[in-house]
């Protein structure tokens, strides 16, 4: 028997709607640097209408790639509405690409427009004269654009104000197939080319609800969400979508995002609400404890992209009263996977020893944990195996290269390794790139890290795997020490062997003035395993200082 029920495709101009007709009060702030800048979201919406008459007039048409290379900012979330609702293709591009990089993703997704920062023209300048696809190049905000001037066909660029000007506020948005591609990510490519991750209409419709709900991230018109995540970074975790359905305002930081500029925005816009990596929430709490700052005005944080340290949810609870929640996920995934909420009735002391695991499926989502032999392991909390997921805002291939090795039955191949208990909580030993085989048996990197960031002399920590002829691999440490503290390796050694397994501790420690960071935040560990093959890092033995 047929449902009653009538036929709806979920279209992305379904959150644009409701956002625009239900909260056309809330508002999206970008910050300047100097000043805040405010729109609402019926004056968003409008824009996005124009913004699409300006784009059809370019000769944008349904299934056409949009590039955009921008911060987060209001023209951002403009084009975050309008380039979907009228049936082409949102590609966000990031911004901290290598030229090569930036160059291929390009010219894979075949981009014909590209809304681009005026901050950062220079750096799409360095390539998009050879990318084909591109015909036009929009400027966003005020800056030096003579950058493109050398490059012919694109040297005469159109400014973002010019293209809505005197455009219509409305906009026929097209009733489309919801399994149309909406938005494009590109993987950031650790190893080899990036590959593509098209997100259709319906599965962000999806991940925007799942997002909001209150057994994830509980996100309403009572939030004002503070959006740190680069929106090139698997659409900033969907946040610029979840809050518009919400009617959560928008906080954007555009650039600024170092530590004092956005303790600055926090203490001015005071969000009850924010996502960003560990990295950058260190940054931010270093900051605001040397300089006294207050950043108790959030009810809550969301923290993933790499295993939180527990002494960054402890400290900025202690301090703040703001609980970090954790959260895993990957651009496959739109991203949001898992979030680390304890099960009911486990509070205090107990509480953490969930929350500091990536934590359950969010509905939605399926997982299972799958051993060496590809069989699938019991949910037990101890059978190791790599991560595999399933659901309707999973990738089931990437664009234009089906890359059969990445899947398995139908299930995507996560590429992470851990754990999966009774009560279906994740436990992130590793990522499978950077296990460390000593002896036959794993080292997990991500807990000899959090561990380690747990000491007080300790800023960040990263451990990699190097060669060992008796173990094949063990456990170099690079230790990053509080500006003022000092530790020795013997003292970190002591430290960890009261803590972890006495196997595990590494006998090889080298201090750096700072952790290499990948293009979102992460710590780049294959750049510490080629600093350390090339002998560029200072090691020292674990006997150091005793
Ligand atoms: P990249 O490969 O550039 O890091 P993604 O942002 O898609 O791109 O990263 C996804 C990966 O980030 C996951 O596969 C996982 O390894 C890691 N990750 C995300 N959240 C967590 C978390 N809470 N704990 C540990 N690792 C995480």
């Excluded at 800048?37 to 000769?59: C, I, T």
């Excluded at 490519?189 to 509980?218: D, E, F, I, Q, W």
Aim: hydrophobic letters at 40%; glycine letters at 10%; aromatic letters at 8%.
């Amino acid at each position: 028997m047929r449902s009653t029920m009538q036929e709806a495709p979920l279209l992305v101009r379904e959150i644009l709607r409701h956002g625009a007709q239900v909260y056309p009060t809330s508002e999206v702030v970008t910050f300047e640097g100097d000043h805040f800048r405010r729109a609402s979201f019926a004056e968003v919406a409008a824009r996005a209408a124009q913004l699409a008459h300006g784009l059809a007039e370019l000769g944008i048409g349904q299934g056409d790639r949009v590039g955009t290379f921008c911060f987060n900012h209001q023209e951002h979330v403009e084009a975050y509405f309008a380039i979907p609702s009228m049936g082409a293709v949102l590609h966000t591009l990031n911004i901290r690409l290598f030229p090569e990089q930036l160059k291929y993703v390009i010219d894979h997704a075949g981009d014909r427009v590209i809304l681009c920062d005026a901050a950062v023209a220079p750096l799409l300048a360095r390539v998009v004269g050879e990318c084909e696809s591109v015909e036009r190049i929009v400027v966003v905000g005020e800056g030096d654009t003579s950058a493109f001037a050398p490059l012919g066909r694109l040297a005469e660029t159109t400014a973002y104000e010019d293209l809505l000007a005197g455009r219509p506020e409305q906009y026929d948005w097209p009733v489309l197939d919801e399994h149309e591609a909406a938005a494009m990510c590109y993987t950031s490519g650790t190893t080899g080319n990036p590959k593509g991750v098209s997100y259709s209409h319906r599965s962000t419709y999806l991940h925007s609800l799942a997002s909001t709900s209150a057994a994830t991230l509980g996100i309403s018109s009572h939030d004002r969400a503070l959006v740190v995540v680069p929106q090139f970074h698997a659409n900033a975790w969907g946040m610029p979508y979840s809050a518009w359905l919400s009617g959560a305002d928008l906080i954007m930081p555009k650039q600024f995002l170092q530590a004092e500029p956005l303790v600055k925005i926090i203490e001015a816009e005071r969000p009850t609400f924010a996502g960003a990596v560990p990295t950058i929430w260190n940054d931010v709490l270093r900051y605001a404890e040397s300089h006294g700052s207050d950043l108790s005005c959030f009810r809550s944080i969301v923290c993933g992209g790499s295993a939180v340290p527990r002494s960054l949810m402890e400290r900025f609870e202690e301090r703040y009263g703001v609980p970090i929640i954790q959260a895993w996920g990957m651009t496959e995934t739109s991203p949001l996977g898992s979030v680390a909420i304890p099960p009911r009735g486990v509070e205090g002391e107990d509480a953490w020893a969930y929350r500091t695991k990536a934590g359950r499926a969010v509905f939605g989502v399926e997982v299972r944990v799958v051993d060496g032999t590809g069989a699938v392991a019991p949910r037990d909390g101890r059978s190791v195996g790599e991560f595999e997921v399933r659901g309707p805002w999973v990738t089931g291939s990437y664009q234009g290269d089906p890359s059969p090795e990445r899947f398995h039955d139908g299930w995507l191949r996560t590429g992470d390794v851990g754990t999966v208990d009774e009560l279906g909580y994740l436990t992130i030993t590793d990522r499978t790139k950077d296990v460390i085989k000593t002896g036959g048996e794993w080292i997990s990197s991500v807990e000899l890290e959090n561990v380690l960031m747990g000491h007080p002399a300790v800023f960040e920590a990263a451990v990699v795997a190097i060669p060992d002829e008796r173990w094949d691999e063990r456990p170099l440490a690079c230790v990053v020490l509080h500006e003022g503290a000092s530790a020795t390796p013997a003292e970190l050694a002591a430290y960890l062997s009261e803590r972890v397994a006495r196997w595990w501790v590494p006998e090889r420690w080298a201090f750096v003035a700072e952790v290499p960071k990948t293009s979102v935040g992460k710590f780049d560990k294959k750049v510490l395993r080629a600093e350390f093959a090339k002998g560029e890092l200072t090691v020292v033995g674990a006997e150091a200082g005793a």
